[in-house]
């Protein structure tokens, strides 16, 4: 069973364990990730794990949900799945939770940037009612990429 949560410094190494295998998820330091659960200053950030229970007996973190928010405005900072999970609804659990938190926290709209590349991902924002809004070239570096930059309404 699945079960999310809100994302607590107890979950760090998981999730950097996690992302560590994914490319496209984030490689912040240690330090970034207590910034982002520690809940001070601006911007607002949110932060949900998805979480499997294990043997009965203890759960591991198999993706986590990143969003801030700045007055209206909802950035999804980031979203991933462990591999053996993707696939399996995480991914939309995820956004849809967020999106739900955002929106209580007072967002009227969410934006994001995804690789032109990320097919998948770019599938599962249109599934949440995500809209292309337009394409920034070169934003990525590593490797050179565009970016495709979506939006959805909130509420």
Known sequence: ?????????GDIAQVMQMAATLPEAPHWPLSAWGQILAGEGSPLRIALVAEVLVAEVSAAVVGVAIASVVLEVAELESIAVATQWQRH?????????LIAHC????????????????LAAQALY???????????QGYYRDPPEDAVVMERLLG
């Open 89 to 97: 609804g995480v991914g939309g659990r995820l956004l849809k939770e």
């Open 103 to 118: 929106a209580q926290a007072g967002a009227q709209r969410m934006t994001l940037e995804v690789r032109a590349s990320n």
């Open 126 to 136: 249109r599934a949440q009612q995500f809209a292309v809004m337009r394409r920034r």
């Open 1 to 9: 069973m699945i079960v999310l949560r809100a994302m607590h410094a």
